[in-house]
């Protein structure tokens, strides 16, 4: 195939050159962003009742919405929370369920329960999630002072959000602190009852004052005009005028008996933007789009509101294209560091400055083409997919270096230029896709691993895939055809021999064969006891999922534990924020209950995020002691987490499972059970490390009860009081003003006063015309409470979250707890996925070595030499353990990767070697001059020499091309810098060792009853 394709070189030229033309055409076309576009298999329905209790949201409709999505296809997990006027109900799908579809279901099903749920309650909100779903960016809103607030809200809404949707590539904007005006109607009791009148005259004539005629018409001759009142109110002031009837036949102006005016709603929450209130514009960008088009598209657009909105002040926060830039800007480095120390090392080597430029060459074209693969296989450029072709390029300089050293090497034994090219190829090229294959046997079965790292996997396999291929393509076909056009105008021929540099190191080598196959048994058995100790060295290594990454910036979550108003929550917050005295970059705050749409988590008034940016490492630990401390000391009820501030990465593999959760059901009465009974079997609980589950969580609250028997004696009815209650306490709606889809609430302004003052002021009329204070039929009370209602599947449970170290070891004695006094006890958390996800993790590996042994032993036609290659892997591995401990870092998710980039190239080595052997023996023994275990010993020691030089060409390039980026600082240097010492420790000490381990081990594996035979 090389021979008829090296003699058509102008088809192949075309060819390659039409690949890379459409691959630059694709390469515009290809989505970029942060991470890959996975459906995350949950679905959130969210609940919003105003004014009712946890026990009420879980009986009238947390319940009826479960019992009726119970019966989805695919569902495998099913969680509901019901808090004070909030629920929310987590559905979690099997990874094989199409979310497109699940979504519309539980649309649907929803929609059928609608009747059974009570009357006035909002439709519940159906969330998906999505990758997509992180926003990219966040814009924050600050109006300058003096601005109204209001009207700010209503830019935001009406105006920015409209002009950063147009903008290309965005998907959704979504806003929260957003305030709305209302009108608020402040009756004067003093004079309502000096005139003999109720509240519910006043409220009867706004109600009359606002009616409509809906659909109401009259004829005239030939046309037909539909009627509207015109008595409809649009201001307070159209509000004040409205007459009232008096029982004495008076008319009063509505504005003698109360005060109407414009007021802010009063909010559930707020957004503030270092100690102001503010808004927040989240962007999140469309699947398709590229992230960094979209970042500098959204920078120029806020750069033109600065000028067209003076009055409001613009800032973009939590930029997550700093990912991605830095992961684009590392693949720039390592083909810029790898080109340059490529062509430098290979002239060292080599003595020619036509060998790096054809490396130069093919470097970029294989990197280009590649994405082609990336087209059609539907695959965006990620963070995930650019890791991909980082592990790839490793190779794909090996399998450069091998062809062209290979051709070099069969010129010099006196070929032709065009049969070197010829032989060079064939003779490497059986080795080199077995080494492409074994590199997939490792990546390709981790695409079967469940859960979003299986759906992440597939794109980092399909960008490994692409480029290895692709380099053996390029490796095959264009190397030799620009190794041929650029040395056959070279008139001169090819020296034998080898540049002084490299007879050096060939000498070194050859002192440490002699002394390793010196005394062959003892040096195996110092690799026998090295390979063990090196992998022990794993024991003292840590372990977490991403690398320790220098992060300026820090959240703070605060559950206050108090039953308090918004506003007391955001006048905690920013006395929080002006205990640090200004010393942060920037500061945000999510206050309360968030106005998101796409908010999936818990919303309550009594909870805070705080985000903060701090100048260096140094000063976010000293201000983040300083915020503990200060909580600790004024606040000891708070619950709070500090941590770094999550990116995009930690936002999707953040769990919502604890840990390890006991749960329990009763299984008489199906209700939680009460605290009286409940504290006492918690003090008996089999182990002492636990904290209370959401469902034992508990608050403060103030239960009324009315009396019944003085409301029969006075004749008053029980809706009476019940009315005046909720117009006391509650949100009082009298009615709307509607004017083209803008909706103006009319509503009762609550009063400051404490309920108990109201109690005993309020007054109730009788049939009689007698009043009576509203204390006199109303009792009340504090008592604690469980704050939240939890339920899954089986129905309502509650819950403890053990702490104990090895948790599961207590299973049984959790179960004899709860049958000692009838309760169903079950164990869940991310304990039991993080043991399964090792277990298949295990398993997967297993399948990867087996498939490696499989193509090994079908390239050698040998059982044996592939357990060469697999034992070289261990020394490797040590090599890298090693570097990583030196260095203080830890096993995390980029050290993984580099130890694949390290166990390929080392693979790619050992294959080689073994392959080069097995050539060299069968030469030697159909020697007539040489006995079949001298053709051994020489083979062995002579195809050392020859895989010296492409080892350490490989090795010292893909090392050089490393080494900036320990000495690099930021965000993805910190990344990379596990990744590069694993490298590095694998193919120094790794490579060092298995250069004399393979053909030792050979020796020892070769069959000596066949040499004697032979």
């Known amino acids: 195939m090389v021979k008829f394709l090296l003699a058509r070189p102008i088809a192949v030229f075309m060819t390659f050159s039409a690949l890379m033309v459409f691959s630059f055409i694709v390469l515009r076309m290809l989505p970029i962003s942060l991470l890959p ?191 509207r009142l015109a008595t409809r109110v649009d201001t307070p002031s159209d509000i004040e005028s409205l007459p009232v009837s008096a029982p004495s036949g008076a008319i009063i102006p509505l504005g003698r008996l109360a005060k109407v005016s414009y007021q802010a709603q009063e909010m559930l929450g707020y957004h503030l933007f270092g100690e102001n209130e503010a808004l927040v514009i989240t962007v999140h960008k469309q699947a398709a789009a590229k992230m960094n088009e979209l970042i500098p598209e959204l920078k120029e657009a806020l750069e033109l509101f600065k000028t067209d909105y003076p009055q409001v002040d613009f800032e973009l926060t939590q930029d997550q294209s700093n990912l991605l830039n830095a992961a684009i ?31 130069g060459v093919s470097l970029p074209s294989s990197l280009l083409i590649s994405f082609l693969v990336f087209y059609f296989f539907d695959i965006s450029i990620n963070i995930i997919s650019l890791s991909g072709l980082a592990l790839g390029i490793g190779m794909l300089i090996d ?75 390029v490796a095959f076909i264009l190397l030799p055809l620009l190794y041929f056009l650029f040395f056959s105008r070279s008139k001169k021929t090819e020296e034998g021999g080898e540049g002084a540099f490299f007879r050096k190191v060939l000498k070194l080598y050859d002192r440490g064969y002699a002394a390793v196959f010196g005394g062959r048994r003892i040096a195996l058995a110092i690799f026998a006891i090295l390979i063990p100790l090196g992998l022990g060295l794993s024991v003292l290594l840590d372990s977490e999922g991403l690398p320790q990454i220098e992060k300026y910036d820090a959240t703070l ?132 490390d636990w904290e209370r589950g959401p469902g034992l969580q508990k608050e403060a609250s103030v239960v009324f009860t009315l009396r019944a028997d003085r409301l029969a004696t006075y004749g008053i009815a029980v809706d009476q009081v019940q009315e005046q209650l909720s117009r006391l306490f509650g949100t009082y709606t009298i009615t709307d003003i509607r004017r083209f889809g803008e909706i103006t609430p009319i509503r009762l302004k609550e009063s400051e006063t404490r309920f108990e003052d109201l109690l005993r002021t309020t007054q109730l009329t ?58 169903g006890v079950s164990m869940v958390g991310q304990y039991f996925k993080d043991q399964q996800n090792i277990q298949q993790l295990i398993g997967i590996l297993l399948i990867s070595v087996l498939l490696l042994y499989f193509i090994l032993a079908a390239q050698f036609e040998s059982f044996i030499q592939p357990l060469i290659v697999v034992l070289t892997l261990p020394l490797g591995i040590a090599g890298a353990f090693l570097v990583l401990l030196l260095a203080g870092a830890s096993l995390n998710v980029m050290s993984a990767i580099g130890l694949v980039v ?25 020697s007539p001059e040489i006995d079949p275990k001298e ?49 590095i420790g694998g193919l120094t000490i790794g490579t060092l060792t298995a250069l004399y381990f393979v053909p030792l081990a050979y020796w020892f594996f070769v069959s000596k009853k066949k040499l004697k035979e032979a």
């Not at 009689?768 to 469980?786: A, K, M, N, P, Q």
Request: aromatic fraction near 8%.
């Open 329 to 359: 800007s590392n693949l720039q480095t390592s083909l810029l560091f790898g080109g340059l120390f490529a062509f430098g090392v290979l002239f060292l080597f080599m003595k020619d400055y036509r060998l790096p430029i054809i490396i």
């Open 557 to 688: 979550e605060i559950d206050w534990n108090e039953p308090i108003s918004a506003s007391e929550n955001r006048d905690r917050v920013i006395a929080l924020m002006r205990s640090l005295g200004g010393r942060y970059e920037k500061a945000e705050a999510d206050v309360g209950v968030r106005q998101f749409l796409l908010f999936d988590g818990e919303n309550s008034i009594q909870q805070s995020l705080l985000y903060f940016l701090f100048s260096s490492t140094e000063a976010k630990e000293e201000r983040l002691k300083e915020l503990e401390s200060y909580l600790s000391e004024n606040y000891p009820n708070a619950n709070f987490q500090l941590g770094d501030a999550p990116n995009a990465f930690d936002q999707l593999f953040n769990s919502t499972l604890p840990y390890y959760e006991v749960r329990w059901k009763d299984l008489t009465s199906k209700e939680p059970i009460e605290e009286r009974k409940m504290d006492p079997w918690l003090s008996q609980f089999p182990v002492s």
């Open 766 to 823: 009788t049939s009689d015309s007698s009043f009576y204070t509203l204390g006199e039929f109303v009792d009340f009370r504090y008592e604690d409470h469980y704050k939240y209602v939890t339920a899954d599947k089986g129905g309502i449970y509650q819950s403890v979250l053990v702490t104990a170290s090895n948790p599961d070891s207590y299973n049984s004695e959790f179960i004899r707890w709860g049958a000692d006094r009838n309760l």
């Open 902 to 926: 390290m166990l390929g190239i080392m693979v790619n080595d050992a294959i080689l070697k073994i392959d080069t052997i097995n050539r060299l023996r069968k030469e030697y023994v159909e």
């Open 37 to 227: 576009p996975i459906d995350v298999p949950q679905i959130v329905v969210k609940v919003n009742y105003p004014n009712a209790s946890p026990e009420a949201i879980e009986q009238n409709v947390l319940r009826n919405i479960r019992e009726g999505l119970i019966t989805l296809n695919g569902l495998e997990e099913m969680d509901s929370k019901a808090g004070s006027e909030v629920g929310t109900i987590r559905l979690t799908f099997d990874y094989s369920t199409q979310m497109e579809l699940a979504y519309i279901d539980v649309n649907e099903k929803i929609d059928r329960i609608t009747n059974s749920l009570p009357e006035g309650l909002t439709r519940p909100e159906v969330i998906r999630i999505n990758t997509s779903d992180i926003p990219v960016a966040r814009v924050q809103v600050i109006p300058k002072e003096g601005v109204d607030e209001i009207e700010v809200s209503l830019l935001a809404e009406n105006v920015l959000k409209k002009r950063i949707e147009q903008l290309p590539g965005v998907s959704l904007v979504d806003i929260n602190g957003k305030k709305e005006r209302i009108i608020t109607v402040e009756p004067n009791e003093a004079a309502i009852r000096a005139l003999g009148m109720t509240q519910q005259d006043v409220i009867n004539a706004i109600q009359a004052g606002n009616s409509e005629l809906p659909g109401v018409s009259v004829k005239d001759g030939q046309f037909r005009y539909y009627l």
């Open 935 to 983: 053709a051994l010993e020489i083979a062995l020691h002579r195809a050392g020499q020859i895989r010296l030089k492409p080892i350490l060409m490989t090795s010292i390039t893909t090392i050089l091309a490393l080494i900036p980026i320990i000495f690099s600082s930021g965000l993805g240097a910190d990344l990379q810098r596990p990744l590069v010492f694993s490298v």
């Open 399 to 473: 399998n450069s270096i091998i062809v062209l050293d290979n051709i070099t090497r069969k010129r010099e034994s006196g070929l032709s230029l065009f049969e070197a090219c010829v032989a060079g190829v064939n003779e490497v090229m059986s080795a080199l896709i077995s080494s492409v294959l074994t590199t997939l046997s490792v990546f390709v079965p981790l695409v079967f691993l469940s859960g979003i790292s299986g759906a992440l996997f597939f794109d980092q396999a399909v960008a490994v895939a692409a480029i290895l291929s692709v380099s053996l393509a």
